[in-house]
């Protein structure tokens, strides 16, 4: 039994410097494509971005933008968010989407801020390891890994990976996870074969990437400069799988309103935005 299970344990370690392996020259090509991506400093305090997150989820940025910016308008703390009639904060974020839903989210998350650490502030993060951290937050009401992973690594820099459906997407077309992973259990998988100081640029790399080339549902695989490295793209060649055509106008390149967000954009009436 233990020597089945050690056997076990070595051959998932050498996926995982498999997976290692490849990252490397996968985050070069796109380096190349995109240019260099480094994290710079938090764009907004740690609540604000955890609100902000909350507020993207299942929507586009630019509608999750304007709940936020009008959250801000309204309320002057996380206070009076906190105590704000829930019907009159859901109208307030209305236009972000999902307002029913996010706006009790918003409150449940702030009150047990508030209960744990005593005011509404989480700078208590920076003092944990990013595993700490995003488990800190993964356990408050209605707070996922990826949303958890964003607010450490973009709040504090700290090597935690959020796996959109881009990640995820381009990821599983490069072969770097498991078949049948789903996307709760590719981030242990992706953050273990990385290394902490390439998780911010695999993170914008390949979301970048899943938007503009390795598109959902089909990817344009005649523009990509991965291809050489890619095992979907060996089963197009094949017939075995489907790429779109490549497009007479090209995807622009240029950085679109969500590379904003994750360049140092930060909305007005927070520290970072004024
Ligand atoms: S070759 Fe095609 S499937 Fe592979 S990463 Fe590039 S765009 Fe995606």
């Known amino acids: 039994m233990a020597a089945r299970r050690s056997a076990s344990a070595r051959s998932l370690a050498a996926q995982r410097r498999a997976r290692h392996g490849r990252i490397g020259p996968l985050l070069e090509a796109l380096e190349e494509r995109y240019g260099p991506q480094v994290w710079s400093g938090p764009r907004l305090d740690p609540v604000s971005e955890l609100v902000l ?19 801000r308008d309204r309320y002057p703390t996380w206070e009076a968010v906190l105590s704000a009639p829930t019907d009159e904060l859901v109208e307030v974020i209305r236009p972000g989407g999902l307002a029913p839903t996010k706006g ?36 408050l009401p209605g707070i996922g890994p990826k949303t958890a992973a964003l607010v450490v690594l973009f709040a504090f820099g700290k090597p935690a990976l959020p796996v959109d459906t881009h990640v995820y997407r381009v990821a599983w077309r490069l072969g770097l996870l498991p078949p049948k992973t789903d996307v709760a259990a ?13 998780v911010y640029r695999f993170h914008v790399l390949f979301i970048r990437h899943g938007r503009d080339v390795c598109r959902a549902p089909r990817p344009i695989c005649g523009l990509c400069p991965l291809s050489a490295l890619c095992p979907y793209y060996q089963r197009v060649l094949k017939g075995k799988a489907k790429a779109a055509p490549v497009p007479r106008k090209a995807p622009s390149g240029e950085p679109r309103y969500h590379d904003e967000l994750l360049h140092g954009w930060a909305p007005r009436g927070t520290s970072a935005g004024r």
Do not use: C, K, Y
């Open 53 to 71: 997150t909350i507020l993207s989820q299942n929507t586009a940025d630019v509608n999750s933008h304007r709940a936020f910016t009008a959250l």
């Open 104 to 139: 009790p989210r918003i409150q449940a998350v702030l009150a047990e801020i508030a209960a744990e650490r005593g005011a509404l502030d989480l700078s208590v993060l920076s003092e944990m390891g990013a595993r700490e951290a995003r488990d800190w937050l993964a356990a």
């Open 186 to 198: 590719s981030h242990d998988i992706l953050e273990a074969a990385l290394d902490p100081e390439d």
